[in-house]
C-alpha cells in the first residue's frame, strides 16, 4: 500500500487541509465546463475527456478537486498534446510511478475549481481502472456509501495528514479493486 500512497500523494499538495464534503451536484457543472475548455483547445487531437474520481459519482462524498481523464489514441500524438497543454499553463509531471496516466500540474486557473489533469492512451490499465470504479461505485450504492463513510471518517481522523487519509481508506479502495478485478499498478 505504500507504494500507492506515494504515487497518489502529489494530488493532493496543493490541499492544506483534508475536507471531505456531501456530494454537490455542481462538481458536474465544474467538469463540464473544465471539458468545453480543454475540447475547444485541444479537441481534434483527443478521443475524450471523462470525469472520474470521487466527484463523478453521484452520492458520494468527495474532496472538492475535480479528477478529468483526457483520453488519446495512443502516445504517437502525446507530445503534440503536452505542447498544447503547456501553452495552456499545464506542465508535465510523468507518469508519476502509474504506467499509462500521465500527470499534469498548473498554476494560477482561479476560475476553475481545483482540478487534477491526466492523459491516457485509451487502451492503458490506469484509464480502465478509474472508469470501472468509477462505474461500479455509480452503480453499487453500498460500496458507494461504505466507502463515503470510510473517507469522510478518514477526513476527521486526519485533518492535516493527507498520508494518513490515504492510508486510512486505501483498503476501502484496493476491497473494491480486488471485488473488480482490477490490477493496482
Known amino acids: 500500500m505504500g507504494r500507492y500512497l506515494r504515487k497518489t500523494r502529489r494530488l493532493f499538495v496543493r490541499t492544506k487541509n483534508v475536507i471531505v464534503e456531501p ?5 458536474k457543472e465544474e467538469f463540464e465546463r473544465l471539458k468545453s475548455y480543454f475540447e475547444s483547445h485541444i479537441g481534434s487531437m483527443i478521443i475524450g475527456i471523462e ?11 468527495a474532496k472538492p478537486i475535480i479528477d478529468l481523464d483526457m483520453v488519446i489514441e495512443n502516445y504517437d500524438r502525446f507530445d503534440e498534446v503536452k505542447n498544447i497543454l503547456e501553452g495552456l499553463g499545464y506542465y508535465h509531471e510523468g507518469d508519476l510511478g502509474i504506467k499509462g496516466r500521465e500527470a499534469f500540474e498548473y498554476e494560477g486557473k482561479e476560475d476553475f475549481l481545483t482540478h487534477h489533469l491526466y492523459v491516457c492512451p485509451k487502451d492503458s490499465q490506469a484509464l480502465r481502472n478509474h472508469l470501472v470504479f468509477r462505474d461500479h461505485l455509480r452503480k453499487n450504492k453500498y460500496d458507494r456509501d461504505m466507502y463515503g463513510q470510510v473517507k469522510s471518517k478518514a477526513a476527521l481522523d486526519h485533518p492535516r495528514d493527507i498520508d494518513g ?11 473494491i479493486y480486488e471485488k473488480l478485478g482490477l490490477e493496482v499498478q
Open 23 to 27: 456530494y454537490n451536484p455542481k462538481w
Open 51 to 61: 470525469h472520474v474520481g470521487s466527484t463523478s459519482v453521484e452520492g458520494l462524498s
Open 165 to 175: 487519509y490515504m492510508e486510512a481508506k486505501s483498503h476501502v479502495i484496493l476491497e
